[in-house]
């Protein structure tokens, strides 16, 4: 054999001890010895080039790796990977859904995004008073003209539905923000400028999608608003879209000057830092004269009111937490001091499961409450917060009894669900042996003691862990 030909050889078997790290430890010898066979006989007859020859080792290995494994031995059934991978699931169509459905991505933005500090609304009647328009235009008319020393700018807005016709496209009904020419600078939508004295439309991005299939030909068009003329000036910016309700528009110039004085609207400010200083944790407020009256009027903060989703949603963490000790068992269990095969790090991995759980069914309640409560009613609104609290808390609470209950059926040692479980002992007998249901552990770990009467000595689930002598009876180990 010349030095080239042993080079070669020499390089084929390298291919195949490199190949050989994919198959299984106990059948690697074996395969190894097999493919150096077929080397051997290769090289001596000189069929083909023997290292292209040993590179088919690499699929060969990959095939018995990937026919030696199956869905059941990477995560079997009941094991803590297949639990935590399942809530995992549930945590990522949740937030999908909050991501997808346009209500709750709005709602999330604005969550996220938050506003300027300074940026408030206006209301007679506290949170409540943001719900539906209660500030009349000639109290905006009055400020506007006197409030200098209170806000740096103020605004007013009406919601309306009008109906809108396009040429080229069917007429319409759409909800409108009737509003002062400054509305969108004071709500920092810096692209969306308005000059005094003309009507202009500003149409938000799901109506320029819904009714005029986002065709972007209609900006600069002329159109109708219950006959009067307007002129379709720009999209709003999706983002930060915070007016309340389900407004789709926002009409400037013209239509605002038709509202007569005694119209009820929303009131937007940005507020002076030096007439209402820091310090108070009420919300700023101020007097003015109503009616003849003199009325208090409160500033609340558009992050306040945005923000309250993650308020609503700790409340009723806090709520279920309180309420879980009255509905459920927190002792996961009694567990002999002698502990046995359930050694120190067995019992850190216990407890870093049942935290991870915990964890995620958090999550998962938040995000699902979050997407149902946004997807039925407007970011703000007062329904939306009933409907966050009222899946919420039931949802915690379900996840909190459940996370204990599964806790209570898992193997300490393995943390797969027990199985098998057998009747054991009569209730004629509870004073002199224990009765109830006892389960096991596949792969052999130990029993669990369920009673089903507890007595002053046997009050709780008991661990009885299994010797080394009990290992003939579970051959499958922990598979």
């Not at 506007?144 to 539905?161: D, I, K, M, T, Y």
């Not at 200083?277 to 919300?283: D, E, M, T």
């Not at 224990?434 to 389960?439: A, K, N, P, Q, R």
Request: proline share 6%; glycine share 10%; aromatic share 10%.
């Amino acid at each position: 054999m010349s030095g080239r030909e042993a080079e070669t050889g020499a390089l084929a078997r390298f291919v195949v001890r490199m190949a050989s790290g994919m198959v299984p430890g106990s059948s690697r010898r074996e395969w190894r010895a097999e493919w150096h066979g077929e080397l051997c006989h290769v090289c001596r007859t000189r069929s083909c080039d023997p290292v292209r020859f040993a590179m088919g080792a690499f699929p060969d290995a990959l095939w018995i790796r990937a026919d030696g494994l199956s869905f059941r031995q990477l995560i079997p059934r009941g094991s803590a990977v297949r639990c935590l991978a399942a809530l995992l699931l549930l945590a990522a169509v949740g937030l999908l859904l909050c991501v997808a459905l346009p209500g709750p991505r709005r709602a999330f933005s604005a969550v996220r995004d938050g506003a300027p500090a300074n940026l408030v609304v206006i209301s007679s009647d506290g949170y409540a008073g943001t719900q539906s328009p209660s500030i009349s235009l000639a109290h905006y008319r009055e400020w506007r003209a006197n409030g200098s020393h209170l806000f740096r700018q103020v605004a007013f807005c009406r919601p309306e539905v009008r109906r809108m016709r396009l040429a080229h496209h069917p007429p319409a009904e759409i909800a409108v923000a009737v509003a002062s020419e400054n509305l969108l600078r004071v709500l920092g939508f810096s692209g969306a400028e308005s000059r005094s004295g003309e009507g202009r439309l500003f149409l938000s991005r799901s109506v320029w999608r819904t009714q005029f299939h986002a065709d972007p030909r209609v900006i600069g068009q002329a159109a109708t608003v219950d006959g009067s003329r307007v002129t379709i000036a720009g999209l709003l910016p999706e983002g930060g879209w915070h007016l309340p309700g389900q407004v789709q528009a926002v009409l400037t110039g013209d239509g605002f000057g038709s509202l007569p004085s005694t119209a009820n609207g929303y009131v937007f400010a940005r507020l002076r830092s030096a007439a209402f200083p820091k310090g108070s944790s009420a919300w700023p407020s101020f007097f003015a004269e109503g009616n003849n009256t003199l009325l208090e009027y409160e500033c609340i903060p558009f992050n306040s009111i945005f923000e309250q989703p993650i308020g609503i949603f700790l409340f009723a963490l806090l709520a279920a937490c309180i309420a879980l000790p009255a509905t459920t068992a927190l002792r996961l269990g009694d567990y002999p001091e002698d502990r046995g095969r359930v050694t120190p790090r067995a019992g850190l991995r216990r407890w870093s499961f049942l935290l991870a759980k915990l964890a995620l069914v958090v999550a998962v309640a938040g995000l699902w409450s979050f997407a149902l409560a946004y997807a039925s009613a407007a970011a703000g609104s007062s329904a939306a917060l009933y409907i966050q609290m009222g899946t919420a808390f039931p949802g915690l609470l379900c996840a909190f009894r459940w996370a204990l209950h599964d806790q209570r059926k898992r193997c300490p040692e393995c943390l797969r669900l027990l199985s098998n479980p057998a009747r054991v002992g009569q209730p004629s007998c509870n004073f002199l042996a224990w009765c109830g249901t006892e389960w096991m552990c596949q792969s052999g770990h130990g029993l669990l003691h369920i009673p089903e009467l507890p007595t002053c000595w046997f009050s709780t689930q008991r661990w009885l862990c299994l010797d080394a002598s009990w290992a003939s009876l579970f051959p499958s180990g922990g598979s």
